[in-house]
């Protein structure tokens, strides 16, 4: 489901509406995952979740709120404090046509000063996972994490842009590698299966040709895959 906020607008899922429907796809079984850019709409779906957990604390729920680009600071610990995971398209979170002449008047100093705001999610205590955004965005999920620990662009789109992001720190690296492996197992209800390397779970894994941990954090975009093995079994060789 999506909602979004801005001013003078109404959100796809108004709360007198989306409270109930948590309520009901989650008696159902259903995780429910939302998409959220504006502060607005993120305190909309969190106090959806919030009613939720108030009516039924013990029923086993993992709501998602996807893209989360603007939240409020306020709000930052309730990602924790309710469960909610955070999933974030980290390619978006640097200088680009797209975040600068597109958002930064528009939203204003205090809004565009908290734009993408991964590593302070991550400070507070959120479980950050990693979405794509495909087919909106490219499948490049080496650029993405390169963005996540840098909140820089690449080169190639200009000097005006060759300036980390503003609005917090960046992720870590190993913060970026959970996002988009055991975070996103765990969030998608299967790490018991999937998202690290562990006795019982599927031999899915990929042999990369640089260790990502060490040296230039912007050479992460330029990261080739030599080896993709999937439940035990060898499917990709670069050539």
């Not at 109404?10 to 989306?18: A, E, G, M, T």
């Not at 690449?154 to 870590?172: N, V």
């Amino acid at each position: 489901m999506a909602t979004r906020h801005q001013q003078g607008a109404c959100p796809y899922f108004p709360p007198p509406v989306l409270a109930p429907l948590l309520d009901r796809i989650t008696a159902l079984g259903f995780d429910p995952h939302m998409h959220a850019d504006g502060d607005g709409a993120v305190r909309i779906a969190l106090d959806a979740v919030a009613a939720l957990r108030k009516s039924h604390p013990a029923r086993d729920v993992r709501p998602a709120v996807a893209h989360d680009e603007i939240v409020d600071p306020a709000d930052f610990p309730r990602y924790k404090a309710l469960g909610v995971t955070p999933v974030l398209s980290l390619q978006w979170g640097k200088l680009a046509a797209d975040t600068v002449a597109g958002a930064k008047d528009f939203l204003g100093p205090k809004r565009y000063a908290f734009m993408e705001p991964s590593g302070l999610l991550a400070k507070a205590g959120a479980r950050i996972t990693f979405g794509s955004d495909w087919p909106v965005d490219p499948l490049n999920e080496w650029f993405a994490l390169k963005v996540g620990v840098t909140r820089r662009n690449d080169p190639s789109a200009g000097p005006e842009y060759s300036q980390p992001l503003p609005g917090g720190p960046p992720l870590t690296v190993a913060q970026t590698v959970r996002a988009a492996t055991i975070n996103a197992a765990w969030s998608l209800r299967a790490e018991g299966q999937v998202g690290s390397l562990e006795r019982g779970k599927f031999a899915d894994l990929i042999w990369i040709d640089r260790n990502i941990f060490a040296g230039d954090p912007d050479a992460i975009a330029q990261t080739r895959v030599l080896l993709t093995m999937v439940g035990g079994k060898v499917v990709y060789r670069a050539p």
